[in-house]
């Protein structure tokens, strides 16, 4: 089973976009949360189905939010690099 980490910034990022989406609607950054956990999921399940995007990172996708779930795999750990709105510039987090 992989561990799954998050660069400090990506973390931060996850979490700010779910306050963002709180202050919309009432639980609908919980609903954010889970979805983020759902692509997750499926990226632990096969971590090499998921395109390559940019050398050894990868690009999972949230259903029913606009966000990719950029990642690398390293030996048995997946290190989510970026929690990244598809509207926003798509080479901001190449320097983590």
Same mark, same amino acid.
């Given at each position: =089973?992989?561990?799954?980490?998050?660069?400090?910034?990506?973390?931060? !990022? =996850?979490? !700010?976009?779910?306050? &963002?989406? !709180?202050?919309?609607?009432?639980?609908?950054?919980?609903?954010?949360?889970? !979805?983020?956990?759902?692509?997750?999921?499926?990226?632990?399940?096969?971590?090499?189905?998921?395109?390559?995007?940019?050398?050894?990172?990868? #690009?999972?996708?949230?259903?029913?939010?606009?966000?990719?779930?950029?990642? #690398?795999?390293?030996?048995?750990?997946?290190?989510? =690099?970026? &929690? =990244?709105?598809?509207?926003?510039?798509?080479?901001?987090?190449?320097?983590?």
């Amino acid at each position: =089973m992989s561990a799954i980490l998050f660069h400090p910034e990506a973390d931060f !990022e =996850m979490m !700010e976009a779910a306050v &963002v989406y !709180e202050t919309m609607q009432h639980d609908l950054g919980k609903r954010f949360l889970s !979805e983020v956990q759902n692509a997750l999921n499926h990226i632990l399940i096969n971590p090499l189905l998921c395109p390559v995007i940019y050398r050894d990172v990868r #690009r999972g996708l949230t259903r029913t939010f606009p966000f990719n779930v950029l990642y #690398r795999r390293t030996g048995d750990q997946i290190i989510v =690099m970026a &929690v =990244m709105h598809q509207k926003r510039h798509p080479d901001y987090w190449k320097s983590r």
